[in-house]
């Protein structure tokens, strides 16, 4: 199922991503931000299991901000999860 979240205090306004019913995570796509560096973050975590994206992105800062755009994938994850029934 596609999903897509509004992100918070970071660069990029949203984050997109397909997830499959046994919780593998494709087709990653952040809008705005830093685009070369958020293109490759899809490419490396295409066809992973959300749970290990979590388990690697979470908690991820960027500077001196609190969150990432990486952070923000992971809660936009646990939230898919859920929604999944995961």
């Known amino acids: 199922m596609k999903y897509s979240f509004r992100t918070k205090g970071i660069c990029a306004a949203e984050v997109s991503f397909d997830m499959e019913k046994d919780g593998t995570v ?40 609190p969150t990432s755009c990486a952070d923000q994938l992971a809660k936009a994850l646990k939230a898919a999860a859920v929604k999944e029934g995961l």
């Not at 952040?30 to 959300?50: H, P, S, V």
């Open 26 to 65: 494709r087709n990653i796509a952040f809008r705005g931000g830093c685009n070369g560096n958020l293109k490759a973050i899809g490419k490396i975590l295409e066809g992973w299991n959300y749970k290990d994206i979590i388990e690697r992105t979470e908690g991820n800062t960027c500077g001196f901000k």
